[in-house]
């Protein structure tokens, strides 16, 4: 074993991510199939990092359903896995598993099985859990939406409020920055190049303590639109509140991102509202959005108007639902 990471999480790496080795050996596990390995490692009294011991690998020979050969072809990239490790440590870069105390509870209990098995990060991860609004909104935004955006993110730093994002172009770091250059603080949960993104307009947040970037994706991730579309569940299911500033309709991130929160129930949606919103603001609204003015000065601190305004999440699926606890 290696570094500070405990077994699970090198295990866990290991199993689900490239380590740089792109064109080399057996394909990573998905989270789907991770899941569902450690479902029947548990089953058998086992855990990932159990599977170091020879004697327990070769047990999953005897399970079906299991590639047991990939399974030990992943585990044996040791030294891939320290190389990798040494350097994102160099950029500052950390990662958490699912059995780490930093890693957020509410992914435990509101993705379940669907939480990302490892999650890279790169600031103070004691940010990822207290009072947090997500604040989204498409790339290409007017001055009004931008204005407002702003506006939330302040009123948000002022209480003490978390701002949640994604990092891209237009009302997420529009957002993210207003809210830590007023002295509050922030979360990005990005799609790709975390490294890269860390020293650019994000860094001053970054070196002060007041914005943690995240990612479920490896640090050198390319940009991907499956990978954009995957982590934006990842800000709704931090969030406390989410809020869409502006989005286009039946199409883009904002949109799909939006309309599956509605559906799952992770987080009460808000959309700003008004006589010039974009088609897809409106279209929210009638699927069950709760409105914000856009001249919300007016309603004191956002969170708690959020939390007079909303009505208890409801998970489509409540029945037989709890925290994930696979290890």
């Known amino acids: 074993m290696t570094h500070d990471l405990s077994a699970d999480t090198q295990a866990a790496l290991l199993l689900t991510s490239q380590l740089a080795q792109r064109e080399q050996g ?168 975390l490294a890269r993104q860390a020293v650019s307009k994000f860094r001053e947040g970054v070196v002060e303590g007041t914005l943690v970037l995240i990612s479920p994706f490896e640090p050198e991730a390319h940009f991907l639109i499956g990978n954009a579309m995957a982590r934006n569940k990842l800000i709704y299911a931090l969030s406390d509140f989410a809020l869409v500033v502006s989005s286009d309709y039946n199409t883009g991130g904002t949109w799909a991102g939006a309309t599956e929160n509605l559906k799952k129930g992770w987080a009460p949606l808000f959309v700003r509202s008004g006589d010039d919103v974009p088609e897809g603001n409106r279209r929210l609204l009638k699927m069950g959005a709760i409105p914000m003015p856009e001249d919300f000065s007016d309603l004191g601190d956002p969170f708690e108007w959020m939390e007079e305004q909303s009505v208890p999440v409801s998970q489509k699926d409540e029945e037989g639902r709890e925290t994930l606890s696979l290890f």
């Open 26 to 193: 057996p394909s990573p596990l998905r989270t789907t199939e991770f899941v569902g390995l450690v479902k029947v490692l548990k089953e058998n009294g086992l855990q990932p990092s159990d599977l170091f011991e020879a004697a327990n690998a070769e047990r999953m020979d005897e399970v079906g359903g299991i590639d047991a050969g990939r399974v030990r072809a992943l585990l044996a990239r040791g030294l891939a896995l320290s190389m990798a490790l040494d350097k994102w440590e160099s950029q500052g870069i950390w990662v958490l598993g699912w059995t780490d105390e930093p890693y957020p509870e509410r992914y435990r209990e509101r993705l379940r099985g669907n939480a990302p098995p490892v999650l890279y990060g790169i600031g103070d991860p004691g940010l990822l859990s207290g009072r947090s609004v997500g604040i989204v909104g498409s790339r290409n935004i007017d001055e009004r939406g931008v204005a407002f955006a702003r506006g939330v993110a302040e009123s948000c730093a002022r209480q003490k409020v978390k701002v949640i994002s994604g990092g891209a172009r237009g009302v997420d770091s529009e957002a993210m920055i207003a809210c830590v250059t007023t002295g509050g603080s922030s979360v990005g949960i990005l799609s790709d190049s």
